[in-house]
């Protein structure tokens, strides 16, 4: 069987469902909302029923060209109109282009008990008639309750949803019926319109350490997979929401590239070429150690490679941090006024953990940075506990290496056991992890840097002094001493020493080499003096060598010359004695 035919087997199997447009809905339902079967949504008062309903319905009309009808049983048209006009949604347009139908529709609850009968005939007629006048694909029940609200029978209430339901389907439109919260274990007052219901989604509206949390949870979806945790959701100026990030499934894909800090040093440290792209970076340390320096300057050098950067501070303010990062040569409103960095600042006791990571969640959803920094998340302990801190960053880190987004953290670090669990339990999440430590010495304090561990990578084992001066962030390479490492005036201390030992050095060398230059010419001179004696010995010697062998000729010549005198005269002597 090939992969087309197995595909298009599945797809026979799968229901069919109707996207509900919702942001983060459609990928917990798998899909949407079962297409053709009503969806009941219930919960208390207040928890964003008749929102998220709303919300289906306008989806639906706008982007998925199905044009819904809208009931509502307690709130006239105009006020809904009014409600959600803040949330950009233009009901009166979208009903002149028969996009969208409201009704209202009024049940007096005295009228019921005088009659004693009950039948949603009528309500069936101006539904249909709704449905039919635009085509409607969608419909929206709000609330149920109103419509048995008078009826005691659980008989014919019983009887009565399973015709409304039944309708519905008979329509062939997706519905979505919303229902007070019961009490007890009871989903609903009546207790039944969740055991008729196709798919049960439940909200939750509760309020722990004085914070607000909005949370949806999928009670049961037939013919489908879902997802069965509870999700915090957001209701905002674009409505509602929701994080589906739950779990890590540990499949993602994983870059190479290498991205620099920010700090030439510091990259040195990492190999020579900085982080991994897609990784999560870890900044620790006690305060005023510059860690928000470190995070300013990774910031500042994503945006010159022209990379968007989404800056998230729970501390100080966006012009608090711009100003003082002037102070060490980092200019980041440059790159706020181009758009390439976006802060998004708010003390962490504005929501509770899980608003927070939809809104940082939503935010990256509609900047798109390529780098996202959190200064600082020891913060966040305020508004939860140490495993609800780490719960929440290991849903931000999954979300964000599927997205490819470097991350950077900053943490404080204290002498207390809740900052060594933060430490500890934060950092077995991230991919580096870089602790900067005071050095206190010699009267002063000085900053030291090594890293933790940094996975992937072969890195420095080693401390380095950090230095933060009005040129900007520095690590000095280490500098042993006969003590170890030395830092801030001891280092410049032992370094003055050193270089004066080596000046006095050169200077003795200086005037041995004088010394050795004199003798030299002395000897020099001596020995230029005995060759000029050697040569004018030589000289003369020469001189009566050659008297000598002048003498020697003469002799020889004179020698020579009487000898041949002698013969000269020798045969006239004979000739005279013969005579």
Known sequence: MTKSQKKQQLNIKMLPKTPTGISGLDEI???????????????????????????????????????????????????????????????????????????????????????????????????????????????????????????SNQTILRAELRRLFGFLKDKGVTAIITGERGEGTSLTRQGLEEYVSDCVILLDHRVINQISTRRLRVVKYRGSQHGTNEYPFLIDEDGISVLPVTSLRLEKDVSSERIPSGIPALDEMLGGHGFFKGSSVLVSGTAGTGKTSIAAYFANETCSQKKKCMYFAFEESPNQIIRNMQSINVNLKQYVDNGLLKFHASRPTLYGLEMHLVSIYKLIKQFRPDAVILDPITNLITVGSVSEVKSMLVRLIDFLQEEQITVMFTALSLNTIVSEQTDEGVSSLVDAWLLVRDIEANGERNRGMYIMKSRGMKHSNQVREFIITDKGLDLVD??????????????????????????????????????????????????????????????????????????????????????????????????????
């Open 29 to 151: 339902t798998d899909g949407g909302l079962p297409m053709g079967r009503p969806t009941l949504i219930c919960g208390e008062a207040g928890c964003g029923k008749t929102l998220m309903s709303l919300e289906f319905i306008v989806r639906g009309a706008t982007t998925y060209n199905e044009p819904g009808v809208f009931m509502a049983f307690e709130e006239k048209a105009e006020e809904l109109a009014m409600n959600v006009a803040s949330l950009g949604f233009d009901l009166q347009k979208l009903q002149e282009q028969n996009k969208v139908r409201l009704d209202h529709v009024h049940i007096d609850r005295s009228e019921i008990e005088e009659t004693g009968e009950y039948d949603l005939e009528g309500l069936f007629i101006r539904l249909g008639y709704a449905i039919d006048s635009i085509g409607a694909k969608r419909v929206v029940l709000d609330t149920l309750e109103n419509l048995f609200s008078g009826l």
């Open 478 to 579: 280490v500098y042993l001493g006969p003590e170890g490492v030395l830092t801030g005036s001891a280092r410049e201390a032992q370094k003055l020493k050193e270089k004066t030992g080596v000046a006095l050095r050169d200077f003795a060398l200086s005037r041995k080499d004088k010394e050795i230059m004199r003798k030299r010419k002395m000897l020099e001179a001596k020995i230029s003096n005995l060759q000029a004696e050697f040569e004018s010995t030589e000289e003369e010697l020469n001189k009566i060598y050659i008297e000598e062998d002048l003498k020697q000729q003469i002799i020889e010549k004179n020698r020579d010359e009487i000898t041949k005198m002698r013969r000269g005269f020798e045969p006239e002597t004979k000739i005279r004695r013969k005579k």
